[in-house]
């Protein structure tokens, strides 16, 4: 496998955010266009019906070519403006008829593979080619009405080619070597994304409660009936999964599509996935699943974005993160803590509240939209119970369905289930930037006079301003591990608690359990840390051409904001990623006491990569056998963020993993011992779990 983790990007968030949501306004198009994809032309004829709320307007490619455009049936004089690489066609004002038809063609862009996953977060160009195209909504391939709209596409491709855009499939035919298929999404939609290629279709009919659903893979030839069949299994496990658990799948039809490119995009009813992406076994038991789940939250019922977009976190909860506590409590645990070493992995200054989400472009969103919000559903559910929860997503799910939905409409379903307002909690969560640092002060136990039992006073703080948190606290006894539950929704207080045999040790949420700040033990460092850096500094210690190339080739697949080439190590440097071969590096990892290579790396593989934490630095080492070796770094490294060290034998990372963390523990004094704990007295201990490999 050559990537792993968040190769999935979500286009149906991003597609909304390009239009206004004006659901109650839905105009109506007719779409007929033929696509050539060796010539990359498209062409033909679309008819737009529009409600008598507005003026009439449509946007379309700058360089396409209107032949014909009228109004009712008269041809007529558009206003045109262009903006962005657009054309903006506005009805003049004396003219009346709200129904516009238009004739065009245009010529499209050639397929650009260079693309890696994050250019292809930005807005793409429609682009066309024999082995794949992909013409996504708002880059103006036909006359797209600036509301939302319901629509019906009919599309020809030639030859061996298939063509899809999201909706139900309502007629296709192959006649004289043209491929012709018919669409109709009857949803308001904000824009329509056209997929062609040479796919093979495969195609399963499957009933999921009192619904046919049509499960079909186009996928390019090489991927092979097996593959179909495996993702057309899995696709049919989450809609059961998930319409059992939510609500009826509110589409009939789901397909999984294949492109050329490196990356995945979730639609309506469809999903669109790198061929090399849907190779990868691991997509199937977890992106897939989210991508799926994505047609109830955020495709069936849509975030306010104005307001904080709040499906992603939920998808992650009730996808990604639901199958870690399928496969048990450690794999969900280290998730958890994963959401939590993201967030401490930001720079100063880069975090965002929940209500500011819209989608993903950089570490700071991903960790805020997906982490932050998946981790605030996790700590409703644990408030208000698992039945509650799942009946307040129910009854959510049948109440906005093909509506736009906000926090405060998911806080109101919760808190009827919970019948106590949710509101103080929600709003702490979604409104402000930061984490808590929940610590314990002290702890003092006395026996019970009685001599049954031992009270346990703790001192906790959280600083300002406070959270309303319930704090899970680990007790060790002299005869096991007891875990209570401790309140606290003021800055400092104290509470006293029973426990059975005498204790000894106290740790705070040692299951990562609350979003919280993590002490620096608990925080190992991760390559993170340099994805997202503020000023991130590249310090290269070889002096030839070619790899001086890889290193700003690596640094630029790998890092958000651009890097400072330097030859020696500044003390300054908040994050700095020091690149060189063994031989340049042994002494200069002496010389600024980096500590040696890790037992983890040594010896393997063609290139590795580790981090190390300085005091207040933290320094990326990226050993690398030569230039080629470390240019090959390019494509998975960047897939790695969340990991501390990993081994690549060429472009292949074949070993991974994340230092180990320690808890913070605080010794419990006996009442009566003298003086305030001294801070060496808190011991840190190594929690229970393995760095995957
Ligand atoms: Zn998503």
Redesign the pocket.
């Known amino acids: 496998m050559t990537v792993r983790g968040s190769v999935?990007?979500?286009l149906?968030?991003v597609i909304a955010l390009l239009l206004p949501w004006r659901v109650a306004d839905a105009a109506h198009l007719e779409l007929d266009v033929a696509l050539d994809p060796s010539q990359r032309t498209v062409s033909g004829t679309a008819l737009l019906k529009f409600s008598e709320a507005e003026r009439p307007m449509f946007a379309l490619a700058a360089d396409a070519i209107v032949e014909r455009a009228t109004v009712g049936s008269r041809p007529v004089r558009f206003d045109r403006t262009v903006a962005d690489g657009r054309a903006f066609f506005r009805v003049p004002p004396d003219v009346q008829g709200r129904n516009i038809s238009v004739v065009y063609r245009l010529t499209l862009a050639p397929l650009d593979l260079a693309r890696d996953h994050r250019s292809v977060l930005e807005a793409l160009p429609a682009m066309a080619d024999e082995q794949g195209s992909f013409l996504p909504s708002g880059s103006g391939w036909y006359p797209e009405p600036q509301t939302d709209f319901s629509y019906a596409v009919s599309v020809s491709v030639p030859g061996a080619q298939r063509a899809i855009v999201p909706g139900r499939l309502t007629s296709e035919s192959t006649r004289e070597g043209v491929y012709r298929a018919r669409f109709q999404f009857d949803q308001p939609a904000a824009g329509i994304d056209l997929m062609a290629g040479p796919f093979v279709v495969r195609e399963r009919q499957t009933r999921i409660g009192d619904r046919d659903v049509r499960l079909r893979t186009y996928f390019a030839p090489d991927l092979g009936d097996t593959l179909s069949d495996d993702y057309l299994s899995a696709v049919d496990r989450y809609l059961r999964l998930y319409s059992a658990w939510i609500g009826p799948y509110p589409y009939d039809e789901f397909s999984v599509v294949s492109g050329p490119l490196p990356t995945g995009f979730?639609m309506p009813t469809l999903t669109y996935l790198g061929a090399q992406v849907i190779r990868l076994p691991f997509i199937r038991d977890t992106s897939l699943g989210?991508?799926v789940?994505?047609n109830w939250w955020?495709n069936g019922v849509y975030p306010d974005y104005a307001r904080g977009n709040w499906?992603?976190g939920l998808?992650?909860f009730m996808?990604d993160y639901a199958y870690k506590e399928q496969a048990g409590e450690s794999a969900a645990r280290e998730m958890r803590h994963g959401w939590l070493r993201d967030h401490a992995a930001l720079p100063a200054g880069q975090d965002r509240p929940l209500t500011a989400f819209t989608s993903?472009t950089h570490s700071a969103s991903a960790a805020v939209g997906?982490g932050k919000a998946a981790m605030l559903f996790y700590m409703v559910r644990e408030q208000i119970g698992a039945e509650a929860f799942d009946r307040a997503i129910r009854t959510f799910y049948r109440d906005h369905l093909f509506k736009r939905a906000s926090w405060a409409d998911l806080e109101a379903a919760f808190s009827k289930e919970f019948s106590q307002p949710l509101g103080p909690v929600f709003n702490a969560w979604i409104t402000r930037t930061g984490a808590p640092h929940v610590a314990i002060a002290s702890a003092v136990a006395k026996p019970e006079p009685t001599g049954r039992g031992w009270n346990l006073r703790l001192l906790l703080s959280q600083g300002t301003p406070a959270y309303p948190l319930t704090v899970p606290v680990a007790v060790t006894t002299a005869t096991g591990q007891e875990v209570l539950r401790v309140p606290l929704s003021t800055a400092r207080d104290a509470a006293t608690i029973r426990v059975t045999d005498q204790p000894l040790a106290v740790v705070v949420d040692p299951d990562f359990q609350l979003w919280r700040e993590l002490d620096a033990v608990e925080a190992p460092p991760i390559v993170r840390e340099a994805i997202a850096a503020h000023d991130p500094v590249i310090v290269n210690l070889e002096g030839s051409p070619d790899f001086g190339r890889a290193a700003e080739a690596v640094g630029k697949a790998l890092l958000e904001q651009p890097a400072r080439m330097t030859s020696a190590l500044p003390a300054d440097a908040p994050v700095a990623v020091l690149v060189g071969t063994p031989a340049r590096l042994e002494p200069v990892l002496a010389k600024y006491h980096l500590g040696a290579r890790p037992e983890e790396v040594r010896g393997r593989g063609t290139a590795q990569v580790w981090t190390v934490r300085k005091e207040q630095q933290t320094v990326l080492v990226i050993s690398a056998r030569d230039a080629d070796s470390l240019a090959a770094l390019a494509r998975a490294l960047p897939h790695l963020g969340s990991q501390s060290w990993a081994v690549f034998e060429g472009p292949r990372p074949i070993a991974r993993g994340v230092w180990r963390a320690e808890a913070v523990r605080v010794p419990v004094r006996l009442s009566g011992e003298n003086g305030p704990m001294h801070p060496a007295l808190i011991l840190r201990e190594g929690l229970s779990w393995s760095s995957a490999a």
Request: aromatic content about 6%; some cysteine; glycine content about 12%.
């Open positions: 999935l990007l979500c149906a968030a979730g989210h991508e789940l994505h955020g499906a992603e998808t992650t996808a993903r997906y």
